[in-house]
């Protein structure tokens, strides 16, 4: 086997090794931005819940304000 044949193999290797270890680090890399975004997500999902519930017993409050000052108000108006 001459030494061109024996040099272009070992650079074969060589290329294909540093091919899938490059390819091995970009998946890693890919894998970890995705748990990031799905962490992310999932604060999200959770902010999103906390304030349908706080629009809801701000509902709720507006509801018993309103009753209170109907009430405040029929007892101004009764007679004394």
């Given at each position: 086997m001459s030494e061109a044949v024996?040099?272009?193999?070992?650079?074969l290797f060589g290329s294909g090794i540093g091919s899938l270890?490059?390819?091995l680090l970009s998946n890693k890399?890919?894998?970890y931005r995705i748990e990031q975004l799905e962490n992310k997500v999932e604060r999200l999902?959770?902010?999103i819940?906390?304030?349908y519930k706080?629009?809801?017993?701000?509902?709720l409050f507006d509801e018993k304000?309103?009753?209170?000052?109907?009430?405040i108000a029929d007892l101004?108006?009764?007679?004394q």
């Open positions: 024996l040099v272009a193999i070992i650079g270890i490059g390819a890399v890919w894998q999902g959770t902010v819940e906390k304030t706080l629009e809801e017993e701000h509902n304000f309103k009753v209170m000052n109907h009430r101004e108006r009764r007679p």
